[in-house]
């Protein structure tokens, strides 16, 4: 298909838009980490910087407690993903390859479970932890993480798992294989983009879970970013140049990831998404 | 062979973690609001449905919940409209649309301390940009506090919610679009249909499933959000941003009223499931229509 002149202008012109709406934030965010402070409180804004600093990273790194925070962030979420992997691989496949009485009913009441405010389970859940001794430890947060990351878990695979030809599965089994080697030997390597994608969803969800953290997690050593960056903002006369360091720290690790696997991210999301 | 219980081996795992995660608390939520728990760890009496009584007779349930009424049809109509206008535009071929198609996501992968971050220095009123572009443009006369007053606050929070969801949903619709043969434009482009005609006639009413399921997963998602209203304004100015999951962490974490607040979110529960169950028929009668 072919577009005039004018619809290649259009074209263009929406495309700079959502480009600035989306970015835009984020370059004035990652400039102004290394401006001077009085450049960055200045009343005329500047799009480039005028001035170049590292003293707010140095600060961040050195003299603030986000290092702690990172690693946390990072255990829990790698933790969260691992673990998010291992129960939706399995529980997708008896769902979507198998068949079993009840089957539906179950598949339902898994969605549901994604209608329900966090907050609800929030209260009776902190009196379990602190009934198990889990109150400020980082494994408890790994639970609700997963937990939370589940139901859409395993309705991403559902895509990933539909492009198999039965035949592949049909013929190992003939051939006397179990159904666990199918699983593991046959099926992982050809879903391999759902898994990172599934990976990915886990991931994010985790390093940006705010409210169970909040309540959580008492002492400051383990903090995940979400919640000690926020205490960062009260904590400080706001202190604008760290504010904008840590939140370039806090978005790197995301983007590096999705540099590697967003692609495929993006194709579990639409995927699923049409049935 | 296949072994008949082999697919409940395999669910198990998952179910009982949910089971015990998600099921059990929430039964016992249940059991808190029948209770007068004041602060986390003590111990309560059984009341009966006072809690529930006491709740509906106040007013600033039916005022929460209204204001979440606001926020998620705001919501709704603002990343709708961003997100179909986004969707259109990936749904062209040009160079580096694939970059482009996964890149939209930036804002939702951060956690909310960043995009709070982001929004409270763009808008503050010392170093912001947004307040010298509005003045240059001539929209406000001189920089205005976004979250200072009751309406501004809830309109600001709306479009820093929309700014973050928006890219989310505009992946659903593309996935959407991307289903709508293109023979069905190239027919109506021989018969002389203009763009907007083709807008209307074909991807307007084959677009209405995705819209469908949006709007039920999209209303869901959006009633729970917490954390960027908590962060930005903490349900203020005077209340004017406290939607129902604000009311339930201030009235459990900060009033120690926890079985009151137990209360509320049963109730809260309550409705989204109703909506949840509502929507869903009304999905598979759609479906069953076509």
Redesign the interface.
Known sequence: ?R?SLAQNLV?AL??LV??A???L??W??AS?SVKLPKE??????TMMPHSFTTQHFEKLFSSSDFPTYLVNSLLVALASTAATVA??L??A???FR???PG?AA?YRA?L?????????????????F?AAGLVDSRISLV??N??FA??FA?WMMRSFLASVPREIEEAA?IDGAP?ATILLRIMVPLIAPGIASVAVFAF?AS??E??FAS?LIVSDERRT??VG??GI?GQYQID?GL??A??TA??IP??LL?ALV??WF?AG???G??K | M???T???A??A???V??AA??????L??VW?SLQDVGV??SQGRFVGLANYAAVLGDGRFWRALLRSLVWVAGNAAVQTLAAL??A??LN???PGV?L???????????????V????R??LST????IN?LLVQAGVIDRPVGFFASRESAMTTLILINS?RWF??TT??L???L??IP?EL?EAARIDGAGAVKRFTRITWPLLQP?LL?LGVVGT?LS??V??VI??LTAGGPAQATQT??VL??ET??KGYR?SE??AV??I??LL??AF?VAATRAMAADEAER
């Open positions: 298909m577009r074209l929406g495309l959502l480009a709406l989306v970015l934030p984020f004035w965010v102004g960055i409180i200045q009343r005329v804004p129960l939706a399995p529980a496949y008896a769902f198998m068949d079993f089957r179950l898994i549901l479970a994604y209608a329900f405010p966090g907050v609800v389970v929030l209260i009776p859940l902190y009196g379990l602190s639970i609700v997963v937990a589940l139901p395993i089994l159904v994010i390093w940006t705010y409210l309540v970013i979400p960056f926020a903002i604008w504010l904008l840590g939140a806090a978005t995301v983007v999705f967003g692609r993006v999301l639409t995927e998404a049409v | 296949r072994n008949a082999l697919p409940f395999f669910v795992p998952a179910l973690f949910l995660v998600l099921g059990w608390p929430l016992q939520a808190l986390i760890g206008g986004a259109l535009i062209q071929q040009f694939r482009a198609r996964t890149w939209i996501i930036l804002g939702w992968i951060v956690p909310t301390v960043v709070v971050i982001i929004w220095w763009l010392s170093g912001g940009m010298p700014w890219p989310f992946l659903m593309l996935a959407g991307t289903r293109g434009y995705t399921v869901l009633f729970n917490f954390d908590w962060l129902l999951p339930i962490y459990a974490f926890l607040a137990a979110s049963v809260t529960s989204l499931m949840a």
